[in-house]
């Protein structure tokens, strides 16, 4: 605590310290209080954020307070009086000179500058003298330069949840505090999740959203499956209303109905500068009405939305014309919106053919992502707009669960294969659970086979009831659609047309990743014939083919036959076989191909009625394997292995779990995440000791009067300059960690690196041609006359070189990639290490300066009276250091104060320490009504106010 200038007595201060415990008094001021034209003296105290008014006695009690929060003005107009003007009453207030006057309103000034970083004192402060205002002006400036350069984490949060605590006479929670100020700036998120605040009561919740409003650091707030209480759904909209740092809102499955909706909307509206782009309020019982009411501050947002996500939320028609009203009213909407989800709205686009979602879509737009799933979309009238509008920019389009025509018509619009012809960005085509006729296929795939433009594209056209017609379209088209590179066909009642399937998708050479599952309802000589032909498939050396699904087929012992040519097999890379039955028997076969398969990443094997011993067998295999590195938990198959045998159940699980940590190389912890956690950490204990040990300096300089004796100026002198220094390493301790975070040597390592590669890929490539060269020598020996043909040599040669590798990327990968990274690691690990020794040296050193300065102080409290001085001058000299002395042991407790430098240093590292643990969690208890109710009261008034 600040001690003041004025005549408060020790005992007085002592006695309001421990009133407004656990607050912190930042200083006292004696004033004179006119209410009613009766002037009383009080003691007005200032905590962080509130001022309490106490009478000069003893006992005292609190009489009022008020939060800076709750100010409306400040009047200035004499030097030393203020009237301050709060939500519930006025203060007249004067104060013993122009120097408290200035400490009093430059504190509160600075208090709010932490809270609204836009505020500006000058919209508080009426009637002031120019003085007052010039020198207010010059503080404020110091006050933006020292938050703009250092606001604290993640934009100064923690301090404005605190003071809106205070506001609303809560006391705040240290997790919230600690998990922004750790968690969050370790992470350098700017994402807000109420999930990690989910355990909390409701209203402390509420107090971590609205503090939010003011923040510039924060710009997307986070829920999904968590049910929003009233109190916080107020202060969503509440931060909503004010934020204009907020550009992405994601509330799913919130509970959140039509009504909220439509306050969503008002917020919205009441928004003079939002930065909101992206909504997602999935899951949520909308409506019409919801929906509708949203739209209308839509038309008005001059950048538009970038992102809008409204699947399941009961929309019909209706709402959806309303949407896209919005849409089109608004013309930013067409090169603004880039993600539309519609899905799982049953209805909303089953009538009106020329509806103004049409309309929106058949203009050029800036859709990339469009999901229609689910929405009884008509694919004969969805194409036309798509073909018009849609061309350029979409790269996934999601139609599941839809149909082709609302009509009895049955020919397919030649705007499907235009669309697909026609589109310059497409990359994924999902069509699962539409019933397909055969032209639509065709139009499909001849589109695509014409197609310049794309590639790598996904086509999903599962469970489309194509059956054997639907295959024999495929056969004739998939050859010549190479832009195709992953194909879905599962669930098609193909069944004994796989045979001719496989082998039309063995002819194309662009299919990387396959699905056949649920095709196999064959007779076992027929399936047999099928999987034998998959096996030619993916063991043919030229099979592009890096990925198989054959899921849910239940092919029981069949399964074997695929299984056993996955050992040899060099082009899978992934493989899904969950959903076959196959037993223990299939899972010994699948152990030993892994014993000798040296391709497979990635194995997904649930529901196979697997035992323990099933999975013993798994374990011992990947002992030998070191390729194989995600094998998802069989969690069906493991429950009911643990029901009969948990003990070797978790025994083998353990090991294939270890086999695979082994395979995998485990990155370390991101250098930057470990950065910012130790400077988030080591910074604040750092300034909160610092802070201390100047303070009480200063507290020293407050009551030792500097005299003329010129060594005690120079004592003072030295006191001031180590408080100043002090104070200016604390704020560029951040700087100094970030220094030490980025250093050039990086990118000299990454040279070296970068040449190592290059060295190894030119070694390699040597050690190729030496042995193509010793091959051809060998042969030219053993085989003379074969060489002597025409072109012969050059025609092996060719032939081999198809064969190779090539060796500068896998020398990149296994240098720079991975035997890098680790380096890059490490070199980070060190250069933390060594910036905290270093920082850790020089927080000593200043430590032990401020003691120095202290000690030196204290001296003159017990320093005998100069010889050369007349006896009166000794008495008075005496007399008042003796007094300074009995205030310092009154008011600094000496023995603690004095404690050297060793001490200090324990005491920053213990307090660094405990910073590393996080507090005690409170769950969540029953709340008080009227608690909360007057929470709510308060925080409905600072919104008027703001």
């Known amino acids: 605590m600040a001690i003041s200038s004025q005549d408060i007595s020790e005992e007085l201060q002592e006695h309001i310290t421990k009133i407004l415990q656990p607050k912190k008094v930042e200083f006292m001021k004696k004033v004179k209080s006119t209410v009613k034209c009766k002037s009383e003296e009080k003691i007005l105290a200032f905590t962080v954020w509130r001022a309490f008014l106490l009478p000069i006695r003893i006992p005292a009690k609190v009489e009022s307070s008020f939060s800076y929060l709750e100010i409306n003005a400040i009047d200035a107009a004499d030097h030393n009086q203020v009237v301050i003007e709060t939500e519930k009453t006025s203060y007249t207030l004067k104060l013993m000179s122009f120097e408290d006057l200035e400490q009093v309103v430059t504190h509160v000034t600075a208090s709010l500058k932490k809270i609204f970083p836009d505020s500006s004192p000058r919209k508080l402060l009426k009637k002031n003298s120019p003085e007052l205002q010039e020198r207010i002006k010059k503080i404020t400036l110091a006050v933006e330069e020292e938050t703009g350069s250092n606001p604290g984490p993640c934009g100064g949060y923690s301090e404005m949840y605190a003071a809106l605590c205070d506001y609303n006479g809560f006391l705040f929670k240290e997790e919230i505090q600690w998990d922004v100020d750790t968690i969050y700036h370790s992470q350098n998120t700017k994402e807000f999740n109420l999930l990690d605040f989910s355990h909390l009561d409701t209203r402390d919740v509420a107090l971590s959203v609205a503090a939010l409003a003011f923040n510039q650091w924060f710009t997307k707030l986070f829920s999904k499956d968590l049910r929003l209480s009233p109190d916080v759904t107020e202060q969503v909209l509440y931060v909503i209303s004010l934020s204009t740092k907020l550009e992405e809102l994601v509330l799913e499955n919130a509970g959140i109905k039509f009504d909220a909706a439509q306050k969503i909307a008002q917020a919205l509206e009441e928004n003079v500068n939002p930065a909101l782009h992206t909504i997602n309020l999935s899951n949520n019982q909308l409506e019409d009405r919801g929906v509708s009411a949203l739209s209308q501050p839509f038309e008005k947002l001059t950048k538009g939305l970038k992102s809008i996500n409204l699947s399941r939320t009961s929309l019909a028609a209706k709402g959806l014309n309303s949407l896209a009203q919005s849409f089109i009213a608004n013309e930013t909407f067409a090169s603004s919106l880039v993600h539309l989800d519609l899905s799982g709205n049953p209805g909303i686009l089953a009538v009106e053919e020329n509806c103004n979602f049409y309309t929106f879509l058949a203009r050029p737009n800036a859709l990339a992502h469009l999901d229609l799933s689910g929405t009884d979309c008509a694919l004969d009238s969805l194409f036309g707009a798509l073909n018009r509008g849609c061309c350029t920019h979409l790269t996934s389009l999601i139609l599941n669960r839809n149909v082709i025509s609302h009509k009895k018509a049955k020919e397919i619009p030649s705007s499907m294969k235009q669309f697909f012809s026609n589109c310059l960005s497409l990359k994924c085509i999902t069509l699962s659970g539409i019933k397909l006729p055969l032209e639509a296929v065709r139009a499909i795939l001849q589109g695509l086979a014409y197609n310049t433009h794309i590639c790598n594209v996904h086509l999903d056209l599962s469970n489309c009831e194509l059956r054997s017609a639907g295959a024999q379209v495929i056969q004739?088209?998939?050859?010549?659609?190479?832009?195709?590179?992953?194909?879905?066909?599962?669930?098609?009642?193909?069944?004994?047309?796989?045979?001719?399937?496989?082998?039309?998708?063995?002819?194309?050479?662009?299919?990387?990743?396959?699905?056949?599952?649920?095709?196999?309802?064959?007779?076992?000589?027929?399936?047999?014939?099928?999987?034998?032909?998959?096996?030619?498939?993916?063991?043919?050396?030229?099979?592009?083919?890096?990925?198989?699904?054959?899921?849910?087929?239940?092919?029981?012992?069949?399964?074997?036959?695929?299984?056993?040519?996955?050992?040899?097999?060099?082009?899978?890379?992934?493989?899904?076989?969950?959903?076959?039955?196959?037993?223990?028997?299939?899972?010994?076969?699948?152990?030993?191909?892994?014993?000798?398969?040296?391709?497979?990443?990635?194995?997904?094997?649930?529901?196979?009625?697997?035992?323990?011993?099933?999975?013993?067998?798994?374990?011992?295999?990947?002992?030998?394997?070191?390729?194989?590195?995600?094998?998802?938990?069989?969690?069906?198959?493991?429950?009911?292995?643990?029901?009969?045998?948990?003990?070797?159940?978790?025994?083998?699980?353990?090991?294939?779990?270890?086999?695979?940590?082994?395979?995998?190389?485990?990155?370390?912890?991101?250098?930057?995440?470990?950065?910012?956690?130790?400077?988030?950490?080591?910074?604040?204990?750092?300034?909160?000791?610092?802070?201390?040990?100047?303070?009480?300096?200063?507290?020293?300089?407050?009551?030792?009067?500097?005299?003329?004796?010129?060594?005690?100026?120079?004592?003072?002198?030295?006191?001031?300059?180590?408080?100043?220094?002090?104070?200016?390493?604390?704020?560029?301790?951040?700087?100094?960690?970030?220094?030490?975070?980025?250093?050039?040597?990086?990118?000299?390592?990454q040279g070296k690196l970068e040449l190592a590669a290059e060295e190894v890929s030119k070694a390699i490539i040597e050690e190729i041609q030496t042995l193509i060269q010793s091959l051809m020598k060998s042969t030219g020996i053993l085989c003379p006359t074969l060489l002597q043909k025409v072109n012969m040599q050059e025609q092996l040669i060719n032939n081999v070189s198809d064969r190779i590798f090539n060796p500068k990327n896998f020398a990149r990968s296994m240098i720079i990639d991975q035997t890098g990274l680790g380096i890059m690691n490490k070199l980070s690990e060190v250069k933390l290490h060594v910036t905290a020794a270093l920082i850790s040296h020089i927080v000593d050193h200043v430590l032990k300066d401020l003691v120095i300065a202290q000690q030196k102080l204290a001296c003159y409290a017990t320093k005998p009276p100069c010889e050369t001085s007349d006896s009166n001058t000794t008495s008075v000299e005496a007399s008042e250091e003796e007094t300074i002395s009995n205030k310092i042991n009154v008011s600094l407790n000496v023995p603690d104060v004095l404690a050297p430098i060793e001490s200090l240093s324990i005491l920053r590292r213990k307090t660094i320490h405990s910073r590393r643990i996080r507090p005690t969690t409170a769950l969540k208890s029953s709340s008080d009504v009227e608690v909360e109710r007057q929470a709510e009261k308060n925080l409905l008034q600072l919104r008027q106010n703001c």
Request: proline share 3%.
């Open 476 to 749: 004739d088209h998939i050859i010549d659609a190479s832009t195709i590179s992953s194909l879905d066909l599962s669930d098609n009642g193909f069944d004994s047309d796989m045979v001719t399937l496989v082998l039309s998708i063995g002819r194309s050479k662009s299919i990387r990743h396959v699905a056949l599952g649920k095709n196999f309802n064959i007779k076992s000589k027929a399936l047999a014939d099928v999987l034998h032909r998959i096996v030619q498939l993916i063991q043919d050396e030229e099979c592009p083919l890096q990925s198989l699904s054959v899921a849910d087929s239940r092919l029981k012992s069949g399964a074997n036959v695929l299984i056993n040519a996955l050992g040899s097999n060099t082009c899978l890379k992934k493989v899904d076989i969950s959903g076959n039955a196959m037993g223990d028997i299939g899972a010994k076969m699948l152990a030993k191909a892994l014993q000798i398969n040296t391709t497979l990443g990635t194995v997904i094997w649930d529901r196979n009625n697997t035992t323990a011993v099933g999975f013993l067998d798994i374990a011992r295999a990947l002992e030998r394997n070191y390729t194989l590195r995600s094998m998802p938990l069989p969690m069906s198959d493991v429950s009911q292995a643990c029901r009969s045998n948990p003990e070797k159940t978790e025994e083998a699980l353990q090991k294939i779990q270890s086999y695979l940590l082994r395979n995998n190389q485990m990155k370390k912890v991101s250098p930057e995440q470990a950065f910012r956690l130790q400077e988030r950490i080591v910074t604040s204990s750092t300034q909160q000791v610092v802070d201390s040990m100047c303070e009480k300096v200063q507290e020293y300089l407050h009551i030792i009067n500097n005299g003329s004796v010129k060594e005690r100026q120079e004592d003072v002198i030295f006191a001031e300059e180590i408080i100043k220094d002090a104070k200016t390493l604390t704020t560029l301790l951040p700087a100094l960690y970030q220094m030490g975070n980025t250093p050039p040597l990086v990118r000299t390592v």
